[in-house]
């Protein structure tokens, strides 16, 4: 499958992960439409990349993804490509008080985000001749963090339904892929984390969209760049000692 044509909806697609691949993408000759919930990243995503369409869109809301959905079916029929990759983390100490809310945002962004989003616009890929869908989970899908209880959850759980969703779309015009990004530098990781994580780098963000889009186009379903291969294949050999090691960086 070769990413040059194809009309293309990636919701985060305003900062770090999202906004490398619609800049990638759009050298590469697609149509790239974003979404986010800041106007203004939307607004300096467009000042960097002019020829992206926007919409301020949050995953977490239902009628937030209705909306966008009338708007992208209207001016983009052939939407052919989605990549669920909004996403937030957080560092959540669980013996804290915190409302029911505040604790299970991650699971309605970085999980029913994505399902909620498949749900509204299967119909309009399921009319093209040829779709994908991208869900980007993360190394912690396979190994949970534990600072970062929910994240690891949600990000395992999204392992689970891409899995399920590959299988029951099989035999269809629509591929699924899975992106389990190990740590990358972006803001996300710059906000809470590079600080505790005593000198350790991400993989540089271009690099990683690269090696993203080069392992799609070659038709791979789980794509696992740099360590998060190895805690994929740790999870399997060794699960508790990579799940104490994992604790320790912080
Ligand atoms: N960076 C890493 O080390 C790493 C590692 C593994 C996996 N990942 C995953 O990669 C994805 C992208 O992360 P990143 O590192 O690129 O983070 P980032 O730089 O913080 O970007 C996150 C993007 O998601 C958007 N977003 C957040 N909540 C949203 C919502 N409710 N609705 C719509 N958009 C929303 C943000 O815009 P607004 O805030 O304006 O909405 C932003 O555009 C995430 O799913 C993350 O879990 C990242």
Redesign the pocket.
Known sequence: MKLCTRTILI??????????LAGQLIAAGNTVL?????E???QR?KGRFPELHIFQ?????AE?IRSLHEQVAAHYPKLDTLI??????KIVPLQDPRTLEALTQEV???LK?AMRMVQQFLPLLKSQSDALIVN?????AFVPFAVSPV?SAA?AGMHAYTRCLRAQLLGTKIRVAE???????????S?E?KGKMKGEK??P?DVLVRKALAAIEAGKCEICPGQ?NILRIASRLAPGFIFRQLSKVV
């Open positions: 919701t985060g697609g305003s900062s770090g992960i999202g906004l490398e974003i979404t986010g919930r800041s203004q990243a939307l995503a869109s949050d995953v977490s809301k937030d669920n990759n909004a996403g937030v983390m309605d962004i970085n985000g980007v989970s993360s190394g912690l994240y990000k992106l389990a990004p190990p740590l990358t530098e972006t803001p996300l990781f906000a984390f991400g993989m963000v998060s």
